[in-house]
């Protein structure tokens, strides 16, 4: 049987992932392109933003692994089979990344720093108070894989944390947890900053409007991670402008590569980030995706199989 990378790799991220996922498959046939095995010999596809229609007319499809830890794209293409297991990369190097980008962005709100890097642009010597890590109260929305790493990072670094999921959680060291649309005015209510690290799903696009905006105290910072349709771009830049919120740092846009014209480029209280909140890294996930393979291969149960109908 063989195995089909479906990606949109450049020639760098091909020179990275090939030789990874060779050294992870030692006696699988990888093949790049559907013209090197014929479509009754594929069983397995590893899947990075894959060509529209890649995925289709493979009758033997038995396992379609991710290695993207979001798979909104994937379930949003009518190509892709929805009766094919879907596994989703979930890699602790991943989520240490997220969580220390997290940790970056909440570090630099509280302690001004892209405050003071627009002072520095400007020659402008002043100082604003000092707080305390124990005085800022962050909200993280999502806490499942990288939420979780990330709050318990920003926990362990003094910060007071409360994590926001569908399913009500036992304990979470460190952190205060809340489950539940009803429980999220309480939430954003006493956030001083808010990590969004939701899945992009029908009940999460568009979460970050006008209303939670609203919901969310006067000078509150939003930090976004997940995904750019999570925001309602208009509201947010209504939020900033009218200075109820006080700065967005985003990872994370509707249309990517930023366009050039978008405004949130040269908003004063925006800092964008060309998605690098956590990058998949080829020589942890191809092991992992491997793991998976294998499983397929022993009749064993696979790893972190993507739920469809809850949409992560
Ligand atoms: P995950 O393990 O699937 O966790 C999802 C969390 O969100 C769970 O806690 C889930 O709660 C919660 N959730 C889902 N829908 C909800 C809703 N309607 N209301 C409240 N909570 C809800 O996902 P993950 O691995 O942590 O990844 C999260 C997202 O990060 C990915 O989907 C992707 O979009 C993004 N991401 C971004 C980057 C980047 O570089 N910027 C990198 C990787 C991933 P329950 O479990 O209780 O349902
Ligand atoms: C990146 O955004 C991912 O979902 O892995």
């Not at 009754?40 to 933003?49: F, H, K, P, Q, T």
């Not at 033997?60 to 879907?86: C, F, M, Y």
């Not at 240490?96 to 630099?108: H, N, Q, R, S, Y």
């Not at 001083?192 to 999460?204: G, K, M, R, S, W």
């Amino acid at each position: 049987m063989s195995i089909l990378v479906a990606a949109n790799f450049d020639a760098d991220e091909w020179a990275a992932w090939w030789p990874a996922l060779q050294a992870a498959l030692p006696g699988e046939h990888l093949i790049r392109g559907r013209s090197e095995a014929p479509a009754e010999a594929i069983d397995v596809a590893l899947v990075a933003n894959p060509p529209l229609g890649a995925l289709q007319g493979l009758p033997r499809l038995a396992l379609i692994q991710s290695l993207w830890a979001g798979v909104d794209k994937l379930l949003a293409d009518a190509t892709v089979p929805a009766e094919v297991p879907l596994a989703r990369m979930v890699d602790p190097a991943m989520n240490d990344a997220m969580a220390e980008t997290a940790l970056w962005a909440v570090l630099g709100l509280h302690r001004g720093t892209f405050a003071y890097a627009a002072q520095q642009r400007d020659r402008v010597w002043r100082q604003h108070p000092q707080r305390r890590a124990d005085e800022i109260h962050v909200a993280v929305l999502g806490l499942g894989q990288m939420g979780r790493t990330a709050a318990q990072r920003l926990a362990r670094n003094g910060y007071r944390v409360t994590g926001w999921s569908t399913r009500a959680m036992a304990v979470v060291e460190g952190i205060t947890t809340a489950a539940g649309d009803a429980a999220l005015a309480e939430v954003l209510a006493s956030a001083h900053i808010v990590v969004n690290l939701l899945p992009l799903t029908p009940a999460t696009r568009g979460i970050f409007g006008a209303s939670t905006f609203a919901a969310m105290p006067a000078g509150a910072s939003l930090v976004n991670l997940a995904r750019g349709a999570h925001v309602v771009d208009t509201d947010l830049l209504a939020a900033l402008d009218s200075g109820h919120l006080q700065h967005a740092v985003l990872d994370v846009f509707h249309s990517e590569p930023l366009p050039v014209e978008h405004p949130f480029w040269s908003h004063p209280n925006i800092t964008v980030l060309p998605h690098v909140a956590a990058q998949t890294d080829p020589r942890s996930a191809a092991v992992i995706a491997a793991r998976n393979v294998q499983a397929l291969r022993q009749g064993q149960p696979l790893a972190d199989r993507v739920d469809r109908r809850r949409g992560y």
